[in-house]
Every structure is written in C-alpha cells, then in structure tokens.
C-alpha cells in the first residue's frame, strides 16, 4: 500500500522561511514526478511546485516563483519543499502529491498519490 506523508509545517511570521518535507513508502517514486499543491480556506486546491522524474526538471506557480524550491532524494524517495520570503496568502494546507508518470504536470487529476496535507501559517 502506497502512502504519502507530509512534515515540516507550522507558524511563521511574514518574511521567514519553512521546508516541507515528504516521504513516500510502499513504493520507489525514483522515476515519477512528484509536486506540492496548496488549499486556503474558502479556495480551489492549487498548483504551486512539480519536479519531474527522468530529467529532475521543475516546474513553478508565478505566485511562488523565484521564493520557493523543489527537490527531491530518489535515494530516500523524498521531496522536499524549501519556502522562503513566506507572505500571508501563502497560508494553506500544503499535499505533496505523486504521479505514475515521469512529465511534468501542473493538473490535480494527474497526480495518481496523496498525502494528508500539512498546515502552513504565515503571521503578518
């Protein structure tokens, strides 16, 4: 059974920074594209990272780009999530998602693994 855990989120005032974490088990993702997506209150689950899984290339939101990272451990089958300059509209349950092909994709209907997501506050 496949599962998908997310770590790392928590409290920060505007300005600082936060890495999400998240570990996959009961398979090796080492060739699949992996990403993050994001929910706030009140709004659609949105696109913010995906790294691909044969070339390791990455693909961002405009709203986060240039302030977050994405990369991955294949050796560990982890992704991680490096947040920094964090604004309030960046408060949401944060999932980390995996698919069973290796392209980039930004949808959430082609993200085939889920996890539970983590909560990720921004202070103003």
């Known amino acids: 059974q496949v599962q998908v855990e997310e770590s790392g989120g928590g409290l920060v005032q505007a300005g600082g920074s936060l890495r999400l974490s998240c570990a996959a088990s009961?398979?090796?993702?080492?060739?699949?594209?992996r990403a993050w997506f994001r929910q706030a209150p009140g709004k659609e689950r949105e696109f913010v990272a995906a790294?691909?899984?044969?070339?390791?290339?990455?693909l961002y939101a405009d709203s986060v780009k240039g302030r977050f990272t994405i990369t991955r451990d294949n050796a560990k089958n982890t992704v991680a999530l490096q947040m920094n300059n964090l604004k309030s509209e960046d408060t949401a349950v944060y999932y980390c998602?995996?698919?069973?092909?290796?392209?980039?994709?930004?949808?959430?209907?082609?993200?085939?693994?889920w996890g539970q997501g983590t909560q990720v506050t921004v202070s103003s």
């Open positions: 998602a995996a698919r069973n092909g290796s392209f980039l994709a930004t949808l959430r209907s082609r993200y085939d693994y």
């Open positions: 009961g398979r090796t993702f080492t060739n699949s594209a």
């Open positions: 790294i691909g899984g044969s070339d390791g290339s990455t």
